[in-house]
């Protein structure tokens, strides 16, 4: 028999009976809503699982960058040190030479990052957080998805309005368009640890950093 067939699937309603709590009509959209939903809600858990893989290696990797990039962000010590040990070593002279110390500069006690270290540190700790967004974003979908899949109980058309109230509100929030948009992040992500890597490669080798564009 053709699963299709709704009219040898189901018996026939009674006269006035074609909107009951167990007509036809109802059984029929159950069947074609699962079977759309089921088409559906497969093609986004997949993709989302995808997702979460990516960004969970993405956002490991460019952790362990970040760990190491990031210390430029502070004061240098090793050079605040040198300064010091300079305006000792200048002072110790004057009055050596009995000349007067006032016209010793005062050593540097703060440094400041170069221009291309706050670009690399930048660029990285946005595409970690657009990665790390794409994960929490898909989660979200993911739990959602499987709320809108869940069993219910009832009158066939009492399930019928159930999943049609999940159907609008998955439509409402546009929840699939936010999960379509998701790789874009993602995207984006990549790009800018690139632009990053290529900036923090530039000042070591440039020729390397041609190479990696």
């Not at 006035?16 to 699962?34: G, K, Q």
């Not at 291309?116 to 929490?136: H, K, M, Q």
Request: glycine letters at 4%; one cysteine or more; proline letters at 4%.
């Amino acid at each position: 028999m053709d699963p299709h067939d709704y009219e040898k699937k189901y018996p026939e309603d009674a006269i006035y009976e074609e909107l009951s709590e167990n007509a036809r009509i109802w059984r029929v959209y159950l069947d074609e809503a699962t079977e759309f939903d089921a088409d559906m809600v497969n093609k986004a858990s997949d993709g989302l699982d995808l997702l979460l893989v990516f960004a969970g290696l993405f956002s490991a990797v460019l952790t362990t960058f970040l760990v190491q990039t990031s210390q430029s962000l502070s004061n240098d010590d090793a050079a605040i040190s040198v300064s010091l040990l300079s305006e000792l070593v200048m002072i110790q002279r004057a009055m050596a030479n009995g000349t007067s110390i006032e016209s010793i500069p005062p050593a540097e006690t703060t440094s400041s990052p170069s221009r291309s270290d706050v670009w690399v540190n930048g660029l990285w700790f946005i595409g970690l957080t657009l990665s790390l967004s794409t994960a929490l974003l898909a989660v979200l979908a993911r739990q959602w998805l499987h709320q809108y899949t869940a069993i219910t109980s009832g009158t066939p058309r009492d399930r019928s309005l159930i999943r049609q109230y999940r159907y609008d509100g998955l439509t409402k929030w546009r929840v699939l368009v936010l999960i379509s948009l998701l790789p874009v992040l993602l995207h984006i992500a990549l790009g800018l640890f690139l632009v990053g890597l290529v900036v923090f490669i530039m000042p070591l080798n440039p020729a390397i950093a041609c190479i990696t564009k």
